[in-house]
Nanobody, 122 residues
């Protein structure tokens, strides 16, 4: 089992920055990729960014390219999502996910955190 705990969400104004963190614990030896997904009120869950745990592969949703950066820290078993130039459209609950393959599809991830709320006011 893998446990994921997100932190760093909050209420900010358009143009501000936030840094989300996801700490993984438990049986993480089978985890290949870590991803971030988000879900707004009344909307479907959508891919944001992902990274291979060992490095060498990253992926981003088109609407966040150039604004968001995903990174990893193997020693701390932590994945970080740095979000700059936030827009009201970024408002959503952000979820951390872990899986055994590099993918952008939420159905391919095996473990999920409880989510952290990000609200961007206009």
């Amino acid at each position: 089992q893998v446990q994921l705990v997100e932190s760093g969400g909050g209420l900010v104004q358009a143009g501000d920055s936030l840094r989300l963190s996801c700490a993984a614990s438990g049986r993480t030896f089978g985890t290949l990729a870590m991803g971030w997904f988000r879900q707004g009120v009344g909307l479907e869950r959508e891919f944001v960014a992902a990274i291979r745990w060992s490095g060498g592969w990253v992926a981003y949703r088109d609407s966040v390219k150039g604004r968001f950066t995903i990174s990893r820290d193997d020693a701390k078993n932590t994945v970080t999502l740095q979000m700059n130039s936030l827009k009201p459209e970024d408002t959503a609950v952000y979820y951390c996910a872990a899986g055994g393959t590099t993918t952008t599809l939420p159905g391919q991830y095996d473990y999920w955190g409880q989510g952290t709320q990000v609200t961007v006011s206009s």
